[in-house]
């Protein structure tokens, strides 16, 4: 499900009359604050659905696919979603 395909379903399962420009406002509106909550707060968790949290990668070695040559990669940080209980059952 790609994000236009989001706001339709968003759109028919809360108010089937609603544009399709303020169906997008709300999703973005609830993306933003996922966003913006991990960002100050290190983890957003949805109860039921999941846990957005932000977590660090250490540095590691990895290898060039093309030259297969190795080479250093940094220390990063990214986020890892865990499944709520809930969604875990329904899947």
Excluded: H, W
């Amino acid at each position: 499900m790609n994000k236009a395909q989001l706001i339709e379903q968003f759109k028919k399962n809360y108010k089937p009359d609603m544009s399709n420009s303020e169906a997008e406002r709300c999703v973005a509106a609830l993306i933003d604050s996922i966003i913006l909550g991990v960002k100050k707060t290190d983890s957003v968790q949805i109860v039921g659905f999941g846990t957005f949290k932000k977590v660090t990668r250490k540095a590691r070695t990895g290898r060039n696919p093309k030259t297969g040559e190795k080479m250093k990669i940094k220390a990063s940080k990214t986020v890892k979603f865990v499944v709520g209980k809930f969604f875990k059952n329904v899947i």
